[in-house]
């Protein structure tokens, strides 16, 4: 297939484009040619030219204490520009792949947020997705929406580098203990949804590793695993620490359908200590 990436230099993005190249498909576009999504004649034209099978829509803006400082930026890229990238499939009539957050879920559960969960976003990053989401499912009919959370990957500025950074250079590791979520290596993530888009069973998924962690059980576990066992985590609460934004406390996400078609993702545990086999090797 022609698949087109939005975002394919960001963290995931570098990840899919990998592992789709390897399964022989073609990955449109070159870096230098990404339009911006927020213009939507920029969009179109880029996709005519493309001609993609396949639209796979990463891009956004995923700086949630961002998004709180400047909401309308947010809504701008993640909600409008989700809908361009969705205008522009529904003139080319191809299917998009739109990757969302656990985030357009309040926190509120008791047990893991399934597919079928109303949502209800409870920051502004939260919301613009959940903007994104309904343009998606009102303009296309052939869709997939897939929910992910609490990426891990190589580089970049992700919970778990930063937890390496601080523990490497001697400071302190104040985490918190009651936010729990899903921690999702991206390697995994870009198999699963390399899995999915060949289904052709269109709907709205959730794609994380399973199992469920707080920050600080997520912390712990990635310095056990790359033989920082002595580095000390002090235990915090979210109250501790003032951010622009205000995360879910509670948002593990279950891959209810993702197994009917018969993907399944490792444990998050495993998939932590298989990226720092490859890291330290
Ligand atoms: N990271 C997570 O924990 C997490 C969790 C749940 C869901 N997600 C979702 O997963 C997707 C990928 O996340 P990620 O962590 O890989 O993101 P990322 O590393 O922040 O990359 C985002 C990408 O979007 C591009 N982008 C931003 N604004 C754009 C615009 N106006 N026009 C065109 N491109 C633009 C960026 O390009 P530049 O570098 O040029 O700005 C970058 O390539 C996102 O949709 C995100 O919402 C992420």
Redesign the pocket.
């Given at each position: 297939m022609r698949i087109l990436i939005?975002?394919?230099?960001?963290?995931?993005?570098a990840r899919l484009w990998q592992t789709l190249e390897a399964q022989g498909h073609e990955i449109i576009p070159s870096l230098a040619m990404?339009?911006?999504?927020?213009q939507l004649d920029a969009v179109r034209d880029f996709a005519r030219q493309a001609r993609p099978d396949l639209v796979m829509?990463?891009?956004?803006?995923?700086d949630v204490d961002g998004c709180a400082k400047d909401p309308d930026l947010a809504l701008r890229?993640?909600g409008i520009?989700t809908q361009h990238v969705a205008l522009a499939c529904q003139a080319l009539g191809v299917p998009m792949c739109y990757?969302?957050?656990?985030?357009v879920f309040d926190g509120e559960a008791k047990t893991a947020y399934m597919e079928y969960a109303p949502t209800r976003p409870i920051n502004p990053y939260g919301y613009s997705?959940w903007v994104g989401e309904q343009a998606v499912r009102e303009l296309l009919p052939r869709h997939y929406i897939v929910?992910?959370?609490?990426?891990f990957a190589p580089g970049?500025a992700?919970f778990c580098q930063k937890v390496l950074a601080k523990a490497r250079s001697g400071q302190q590791l104040v985490v918190v203990t009651d936010e729990i979520g899903s921690p999702t290596y991206?390697d995994d993530l870009a198999e699963a949804l390399a899995a999915l888009v060949a289904t052709q069973r269109f709907g709205t998924y959730h794609l994380v590793n399973e199992g469920k962690a707080s920050r600080y059980e997520f912390a712990r576990h990635i310095l056990d695993s790359f033989g920082l066992r002595h580095v000390r985590v002090q235990p915090a609460v979210l109250a501790d620490f003032k951010r622009a934004s205000r995360p879910p406390r509670f948002s593990p996400l279950r891959n209810f359908q993702a197994a009917h078609v018969g993907i399944r993702l490792r444990p998050w545990q495993e998939a932590v200590e298989a990226f720092a086999a490859r890291e330290l090797a």
């Open positions: 939005t975002g394919a230099d960001g963290r995931l993005g990404q339009p911006d999504i927020t829509h990463l891009a956004a803006y995923t890229v993640n520009g990757v969302s957050t656990n985030e997705k929910r992910t959370a609490w990426l970049g992700n991206a």
